[in-house]
């Protein structure tokens, strides 16, 4: 398979319907389109922009984390085009509470009994 061209060797798999994809580098995991949109940037130190080369890749950024996707319910106010927002990634038990009153419509006293039990709070 290492004399094959990669992209012939992935037409020539698929052609015969045997599923495979390709194992890419860290660089070109992050070059796809996909992956770039999910990518979080700061800007480049003049440091970091010496010593490396895949800072091209965003703009000169330095890459520094992923984003999550998170869904809106309603209305469309700070969504990007494909009516998608960003945010970090909840806490252990950070909505625990919230989830319990408002989903499950517990009181206040039965959520707090019951985030002390799960997290031990």
Do not use: C
């Amino acid at each position: 398979m290492s004399k094959w061209d990669r992209r012939e060797l992935l037409d020539a798999l698929l052609d015969r319907k045997v599923p495979s994809g390709g194992v890419n580098d860290m660089a070109a995991a992050f070059d796809a389109p996909e992956a770039r949109e999910v990518v979080v940037t700061r800007p480049a130190t003049e440091n970091e922009l010496a010593k490396k080369d895949h800072l091209q890749q965003f703009g000169g950024n330095q890459p520094v984390g992923l984003r999550q996707a998170v869904w809106k319910g309603a209305g469309n106010e700070g969504l990007d085009a494909a009516g998608r927002t960003f945010s970090a990634p909840p806490h252990y038990g950070e909505h625990t509470e919230e989830i319990l009153r408002n989903v499950l419509g517990k009181d206040d006293a039965e959520a707090a009994r019951l985030v002390k039990l799960f997290h031990g709070e």
